[in-house]
């Protein structure tokens, strides 16, 4: 962890040289591949450092309206002109969760407590789910039923509403399920002409930024050009080029482009490791299931430790609150159907008693 970290120090270094006074006075804009080799040394020291660490994430969940405001070019329309009706979204169907999360290199768990909703058409109900997962299985620990549940290794979802039942803090460090170097990658580079990309000077309040612009140019079958997506990033030299606002655009059947996706965050430094910026909150709106509404996430992080040992005590039965004579099911087995069956009728898993220290005894009949 420490050789990954001394890796990005270098060329932050180098970097922040454009935005010194330096750059004011030649009006410099880093090219292309200096900023792509301070964003690659910065995401790789990180999610290294984020693969053992810990934190709290306090998130707020909703749906909303996809609105005339998700357009570009037609705010000036009605919502009736775009047959949007926000009428289903009047309430807030919010949900409010604190995930406390721990890593230790693949072992992963992320204890999830889900208020008791106020909106009762919002989406989760009251809970309290602790999770361990790894690549061979997961355990979960329903605490309010005081219930276990072995598992297939947990899946995470990539859209807000996701992180509130599975969690990864590296997901939240994602935008459009993929990393930055990710996106400059297929963007920048795999791209193929014409197309318009563009690096520029940009301010979003008092962060100077450089504006990353991407627009592929194609022609569809009707005989049309114009690019079908389009991508924004605003990275903050100052942060190791930290991804403070992105938006990525695809072109609607009103031929006007539709928001999918956008995020704003803010960062604070790690007081344990220089040029290591960590997320302090993040704005996220996912419209990629438009039928159903616009995601909205809200999250405040606090608690955040990089490149701390995470005790393996951590990921145990015990650390979950199991106690002996808890009852476990085995999704892990596959499931039977009840008898007598009905339509709707949940399946029935093998069941066991937990006996302490990892031991499971069976449940005869």
């Known amino acids: 962890m420490q050789n990954c970290h ?28 200096e900023i792509k080799a301070v964003v690659d040394a910065a995401c790789e020291a990180r999610c290294d450092l984020l693969k053992h660490a810990t934190g709290v994430v306090n998130m707020s969940i909703r749906l909303g309206p996809i609105t005339r405001e998700h357009y570009e070019g037609l705010q000036d329309q009605t919502d009736q002109e775009l047959c949007v009706d926000p009428e289903p979204f009047r309430n807030a169907h919010q949900v409010e969760t604190t995930t406390t999360w721990y890593t230790n290199g693949n072992r992963k768990r992320y204890d999830i407590v889900t208020r008791k909703p106020t909106d009762p058409g919002a989406f989760l109900i009251e809970s309290n789910l602790r999770t361990i997962t790894d690549p061979a299985q997961s355990i979960c620990y329903d605490v309010l039923h005081q219930e276990a549940y ?41 791209t193929k002409p014409p197309c318009t990309r563009d690096i520029t000077k940009a301010k979003l309040g008092p962060t100077e930024c450089l504006r990353i612009y991407c627009h592929p140019a194609c022609t569809d079958p009707s005989g049309q050009t114009g690019g079908t997506m389009k991508l ?43 040029g290591i910026w960590l997320l302090k909150t993040l704005d996220y709106i996912s419209n990629q299931a438009a039928e159903n509404g616009s995601e ?70």
């Not at 599975?166 to 400059?184: A, G, S, V, W």
């Not at 992105?246 to 430094?269: H, K, N, V």
């Not at 085995?330 to 007598?340: E, N, S, V």
């Open 150 to 190: 072995l598992d297939r290794p947990r899946h995470v979802y990539a859209n807000p509403n996701g992180q509130a039942v599975t969690f990864d803090i590296h997901q939240l460090y994602r935008f459009n399920t993929q990393t930055i170097p990710e996106l400059l990658q297929r963007w920048f580079e795999e």
């Open 296 to 365: 909205i996430l809200k999250a405040t992080f606090t608690d955040t430790r990089i490149g701390v040992e995470v005790p393996a005590g951590m990921f145990t039965f015990e650390a979950l609150g199991i106690l002996p004579g808890t009852v476990v099911y085995d999704k892990t087995q596959g499931a039977t159907p009840p008898r007598p069956y009905y339509r709707g009728m949940t399946p029935v898993y093998p069941r066991y008693y937990y006996q302490g220290r990892g031991r499971l005894e069976p449940i005869d009949g």
């Open 6 to 33: 001394d890796r990005v120090l270098l060329p932050v270094l180098v970097l922040l040289w454009f935005t010194g006074p330096t750059a004011a006075a030649i009006d410099a804009v880093p090219s292309y591949v």
């Open 232 to 274: 924004e990033l605003w990275l903050a030299p100052q942060m190791a080029y930290a991804l403070v606002k992105a938006r990525i655009w695809c072109r609607s059947s009103r031929q006007a482009y539709f928001l999918l996706e956008s995020c704003e965050a803010s960062y604070e430094p790690s007081p344990a490791h220089p």
